[in-house]
Structure formats: structure tokens, C-alpha cells
């Protein structure tokens, strides 16, 4: 047997074996791509969690210096920390009902009515979301101290935050419903309306728990906006101080690891209304396939 007899099986195996890690690159390669991607948007989120465990020794917590429960048991040590939270949770609670409400009314009337102006509301509900929120800060900003010459006396404060907060949070809660509107099936309704149903009995038996997801996604979708906004509530809010205007002063001469801890509740609480939306979306559709 010569020795080009003996190295072409083994050529043949080193090249089937790198077809096979061709295949396996090119099949997986999406998915590998994608883990590596979330992995990379979830690193500042490991971070501020980890960090929430930090005991620093100063007043930065920049370096990890060892484990400890404390932070979270102490998570109001901080002067005027509760309070801020507390403002920004009732801001974005209020905030985001009203957004919701409205815009769920505002996209059944796009989708489902034809008027004059439904093309110019249509573009009036999509400029917030590409309007730089500075540009929107600042204007509402002149639109508050402006108001004196109309005799009407405007404080900043919680009022303005609020009204700043429903303005910009209403085109995302449009945007998110319209979205579950233009597929909805209107022979549901038809069929509900030839049964004897009203037009109001239509809506609440009918038309709301199937959309009631989409408005879900929008709650929540406008609380977490509202909560997480600075640059339009930095504008707007007078002498009250938010929670992310709060992290903002305390980063100039302090990070204290409270602020870690309030972060990451918010996100897990974020996250599990988040999977609590789609596991109740899932038994819809479970219900509805059987």
C-alpha cells in the first residue's frame, strides 16, 4: 500500500470533520449570536445587581469590596431617598393609567373611524417618540412659565412632572394598541352585535379582553418610561426631586450602594409583570386553541 493510499482516508476524515463544524458553526451561528448579544445588554443590569450586594468601605461604591445583606435591609438609610422613590412610583402610577387610558381611546378611534385630521393626529401622536426629550423638556418648560401671562399661576412641582409625564407616555400607549387593533377581527363583533349585544355589552364581553393584553403591554410599557425619565422631569419639576434627579445629584459626591438596591427591585418587579403579561397571553391562547 503506497503512502498516498494511507493519507487519503485520513484527508477525507479531516475534511468531513470540518464540514461537520461548517454545518454546526452555520447552523448556530444566529443563536450563538443572540446569547452573545443579550448577554452583552444584560452585563450593566448584572452589575447594578451584583453592586447592590457591595459593602464599600467610602462613599463610592465603584470597586467590589464584599458581600452583605445590609444594603437592602437599610435601603432607606439614605437621607431623602424614600422620598423620591415615592414621588417617582406615584408619578408613574398616575402617569401611566392616564396615558393608557387615553390612548387606548385615542387608537380605537384611528383605527376604527375615519374623520378630518386623522392623517395630522396620526403624525402628532408619533412626533414625542422622535422629538429629542431635551427639545420636549425644555418646551414644556416655556409652555409652564408662559402660562403666567395667561393668568394662570403654574407652580412646577408634582403637577407639571405629571402633566410632562401623560404627554410623553401617551404615544407609546397608542402605538402599542393600535398595533393589537389593526389585526383584530371585527366579525367577533359583528357576531356579538347579531347575538343581541349592544354596542357598550360588544365592547366589554368582546372587544376589551382581546385587546386587554396590549393595553398590559402599555401599562407597563408607560410606567417604566415615566419612572426611568430625567432629562423632561429635570425640566419640569421645580423643588420636587424624582428618583433619577436624586441619583443624578448623589452621583457628584456619592454612590451609595441604596441606589443599586432600588434598581434592581424596580427591574425585577418590571420583569415579572413583564413575564406575568405573556404567561396570561399564553393561557389565552391555550384557552382559545382548545
Known amino acids: 500500500m503506497s503512502t498516498a493510499e494511507v493519507t487519503l482516508p485520513a484527508r477525507r476524515h ?20 443572540s ?39 437599610q435601603w432607606n438609610a439614605i437621607p431623602n431617598l424614600q422620598s423620591a422613590i415615592t414621588l ?5 402610577l398616575i402617569a401611566s393609567l392616564v396615558a393608557t387610558a387615553l390612548g387606548t381611546l385615542i387608537a380605537l378611534a384611528l383605527v376604527r373611524y375615519g374623520f378630518r385630521g386623522r392623517g395630522s393626529t396620526n403624525l402628532l401622536v408619533f412626533l414625542p417618540l422622535s422629538t429629542p426629550e431635551i427639545v420636549l423638556g ?19 412641582g408634582f403637577w407639571t412632572i405629571l402633566v410632562a409625564h401623560v404627554m410623553f407616555c401617551i404615544s407609546f400607549a397608542v402605538v402599542t394598541v393600535k398595533a393589537r387593533l389593526i389585526g383584530f377581527d371585527r366579525h367577533l363583533e359583528e357576531a356579538a352585535m347579531d347575538l343581541g349585544a349592544n354596542e ?12 386587554a393584553p396590549a393595553i398590559l403591554a402599555a401599562l407597563l410599557l408607560c ?15 421645580g423643588s420636587r426631586v424624582t428618583f433619577p434627579i436624586f441619583v443624578w445629584g448623589a452621583a457628584r459626591v456619592a454612590t451609595p450602594p441604596q441606589i443599586n438596591v432600588i434598581g434592581t427591585a424596580i427591574f425585577a418587579v418590571a420583569v415579572t409583570l413583564m413575564l406575568g403579561n405573556v404567561f ?9 386553541a382548545v
Not at 20 to 32: G, P, Y
Not at 148 to 156: G, P, V, Y
Not at 200 to 210: A, C, D, E, G, N
Open 223 to 237: 410606567f417604566a418610561i415615566s419612572i426611568d425619565d430625567f432629562v423632561v422631569t429635570y425640566f419640569n419639576a
Open 35 to 73: 446569547l452573545l448579544f443579550f448577554a452583552y445588554l444584560m452585563l450593566p443590569i448584572g452589575v447594578v445587581i451584583a453592586f447592590s450586594f457591595n459593602n464599600p468601605k467610602g462613599r463610592f461604591n465603584y470597586t467590589w469590596q464584599g458581600f452583605t445583606f445590609k444594603n437592602w435591609q
Open 88 to 92: 417617582s412610583l406615584e408619578i408613574a
Open 14 to 33: 479531516r475534511q468531513s470533520a470540518l464540514a461537520r463544524a461548517w454545518a454546526f458553526v452555520k447552523r448556530h451561528a444566529l443563536t450563538v449570536y
Open 138 to 156: 425644555a418646551s414644556l418648560a416655556t409652555l409652564f412659565l408662559n402660562s403666567t401671562s395667561l393668568h394662570f399661576n403654574i407652580q412646577f
Open 280 to 288: 396570561l397571553q399564553r393561557v389565552r391562547e391555550s384557552k382559545g
Open 200 to 211: 357598550w355589552r360588544t365592547f366589554q364581553k368582546v372587544t376589551l379582553p382581546l385587546i
